[in-house]
């Protein structure tokens, strides 16, 4: 803003000096440039940061969406968890409506203001050019003024005259043109600037009826919530905990733990303030044990239960040796062994409490937590592993279901197991971050805190993205558990989850009738509830193949006596009827499923045109498939003393199975298995 200051006293100064309409013309076009461009400049911070807010939001979703559908399986009787999923749901549909908000703003403005900003640009460059005539024009004159005063050379003063009416007629011409310019453009700034504060207004608009849409989506929950918390209370009421103020601390960190405004809330009230920090630390650091305690039992299952007994299958790893079983659990036991003393050290912090320092626990073996980044990175191929055993291994299947039973929870499956350790580095810095913020700037553990915050807070940045991708796994792993009847293998490498949901599917007779549709990135899977009992188990019906524009298309159906808010889908010459329970489920379902058939071959290098194919990027500067230059390359390097390697036939299931891996982006996996196998 001081800047704009800064040019309008210079406009000002300027335009009263000179008094000329041009020159007012062209000062005030170098205004409003500047203005277009501070706009422009503040659009792009605002949409960066709020870009990033809408990743953490989306981030958080999945939290609620993960932790929710844990409790539903663990109890479907409480409705805390399918709250949780709906909740989670319903920040995501938030979010991804920010996102179009953003997408409008970045179309509708930011663009259209880079565009005039060009115009601006071109109308300063104008001026110059002007401005440079006229100084030869001036030059021009000067000469002519020059040569009468000397009066001797009639030809030369003609010819000086005549090159001054030149550069005069050139200045008019490009003068007029360049006025015309200055002129225009200065009117259309006002007409540009209320157009974007139109689009601007309009978008805030979608934005916020969208909104309201998606309220619909949580009413349900809100009111479950509220008959729950009324039946809560008053269990919370007759909590007796061992700190006589820890039940306070607990309620009123229910909701959320905002822990510095409930700190700041007491200052000047040190005493106070001091038994609060004390109070919160208990309580995070007692549900940091009782976290601890189910991590190593799970961790303890998986050993005991399912790594020693299978060690000891010799016929069965016989019989599936090819996929190597024992190299699904990676080095668990190592992780195992890194959290053996962990356990009893933070039972003791919190019995000698508050002499004992909880960054003396974890300050000496940060270190030794680096192990992580191995087993994620190996989780992937794990479930992987996994997900081929149970698939051509019924002994193996019926191997897993004997471990589940020996372990006590038949509910909870060998994947999901697996898949916990991804997550507990980002669990220590979730509870870190949360411990630093109720520690006293003059606590002497402040420091060391901090120390293991940011070692932590490290790890995880290593360890995330390979936890990202295994994720989707333990999703897959979940769902199977979920659905009975399907035959087939859901845990493919490629596939990943994009929706689940209510619909109602259409009968040719235009019955309605319920069903519980899962949409994934190559299928959509139709289900009905296995029974009244068990609501959170799924009876598998009917699978509809997401292949592609060539073979798939979804249209819309306009809303009629007998449905509303529906749409078709065609697959494999058949079409198939849904309808939504409101309009904006059925644009979100339609929006996912055309993501799905627009994605379907988008990464393909089998089965497509070799002219389609070598249009891709990443075929820009080959003059061969990459898939061929890639395995050329490893067969040259590591491949030459294998016997038969250019002679013998490659069997075709594992050919298609190769084909698949890679088409869906697990080149570097499958490059491995290919060869060493």
Not at 175 to 195: D, F, I, P, R
Not at 197 to 203: F, K
Not at 541 to 566: H, M, Q, R, T
Request: proline share 3%; charged share 30%; glycine share 4%.
């Amino acid at each position: 803003m001081d800047a704009m200051k800064k040019w309008s006293s210079k406009f000002v100064s300027k335009s009263k000096a000179k008094g000329d309409f041009m020159e007012e013309q062209a000062l005030r076009v170098e205004e409003n440039r500047l203005e277009v461009k501070i706009i422009s400049k503040q659009l792009q911070k605002y949409e960066k940061i709020s870009r990033a807010t809408i990743e953490e939001g989306c981030a958080f979703a999945d939290i609620l969406i993960e932790i929710g559908a844990k409790a539903r399986d663990r109890d479907p009787s409480e409705p805390l968890g399918d709250c949780m999923l709906r909740m989670g749901r319903f920040e995501r549909k938030m979010e991804e409506t920010r996102n179009s908000l953003l997408n409008t703003l970045s179309e509708k403005v930011q663009k259209p203001l880079e565009s005039f900003i060009v115009e601006l640009d071109e109308a300063k460059k104008s001026k110059k050019a002007l401005d440079k005539i006229y100084n030869d024009y001036q030059e021009a004159t000067k000469k002519v003024e020059m040569l009468q005063k000397k009066g001797k050379d009639a030809s030369k003063l003609m010819e000086a005259q005549q090159e001054e009416d030149q550069h005069s007629e050139h200045y008019k011409q490009v003068g007029q043109q360049t006025l015309a310019q200055l002129t225009m453009v200065n009117s259309k700034y006002q007409l540009q600037m209320m157009q974007r504060l139109l689009d601007i207004c309009d978008a805030y608009n979608s934005f916020f009826v969208a909104g309201m849409g998606k309220i619909e989506d949580i009413k349900s929950v809100i009111e479950t919530l509220k008959k729950q918390i009324a039946l809560k209370e008053g269990e919370y009421e007759s909590m007796k905990l061992k700190t006589p103020s820890f039940s306070s601390v607990v309620r009123d960190s229910i909701p959320s733990l905002i822990v510095t405004e409930e700190l700041n809330s007491l200052e000047g009230k040190e005493d106070e303030a001091k038994e609060k920090q004390e109070d919160i630390r208990v309580f995070l650091l007692t549900d940091l044990l009782k976290s601890e305690k189910e991590y190593f039992q799970g961790l303890d299952i998986v050993i005991n239960d399912y790594l020693l007994p299978l060690k000891k299958e010799e016929k069965l790893l016989s019989r599936i040796q090819e996929e190597d079983p024992i190299k699904l659990f990676s080095n668990i036991e190592a992780i195992h062994a890194a959290h053996a003393p962990i356990l009893p050290a933070l039972e003791g912090a919190i019995d000698s409490w508050p002499d004992l320092a909880i960054s003396s626990i974890f300050l000496p073996r940060i270190s030794s937590l680096a192990i992580y980044n191995r087993y994620n990175r190996q989780l992937t191929s794990s479930l992987f592993i996994l997900a081929q055993c149970r698939k051509y291994s019924k002994q193996f299947e019926a191997f897993l279901k004997s471990c589940e039973e020996r372990s006590g929870r038949p509910d909870v499956d060998l994947g999901i197991l697996l898949k916990s350790p991804s997550k507990r580095i980002f669990q220590y810095k979730v509870f870190f971050k949360k411990y630093l913020q109720v520690i006293g700037d003059n606590d002497p553990e402040k420091a060391e805190i901090a120390e293991v915050f940011e070692k932590i807070n490290h790890l995880n940045e290593i360890v995330k993205r390979a936890a990202n991708i295994a994720d989707r796994y333990a999703t897959l792993c979940s769902l199977k558990g979920r659905i009975q009847g399907y035959e087939q293998n859901l845990i493919e490498p490629h596939r990943r989850l994009l929706r689940e949901g209510t619909l109602y599917t259409i009968t040719p007779d235009k019955k309605k009738e319920d069903c519980y549709v899962i949409l994934f990135s190559d299928m959509l899977i139709n289900c009905k509830p296995a029974s009244k009992e068990k609501k959170h188990k799924l009876k598998f019906v009917s699978k509809i193949k997401i292949k592609g524009s060539c073979e798939n298309s979804l249209d819309d159906l306009p809303d009629n006596d007998s449905f509303k808010y529906a749409f078709f889908l065609t697959a494999e010459g058949n079409k198939f009827v849904f309808a939504a329970n409101s309009q904006t489920e059925k644009t979100d379902w339609m929006r996912e499923l055309r993501t799905a058939i627009a994605n379907a071959d988008s990464f393909r290098t089998f089965g497509i045109p070799l002219r389609d194919l070598m249009k891709k990027d990443e075929q820009k500067f080959s003059v061969v498939p990459s898939i061929v230059e890639k395995a050329t390359t490893y067969i040259l390097e590591n491949g030459l003393k294998s016997e038969g390697i250019f002679r013998m036939s490659g069997s075709s299931a594992d050919i298609e199975i190769f084909s698949r891996l890679y088409d869906n982006e697990f080149q570097s996996i499958l490059m491995e298995k290919m060869f060493i196998s």
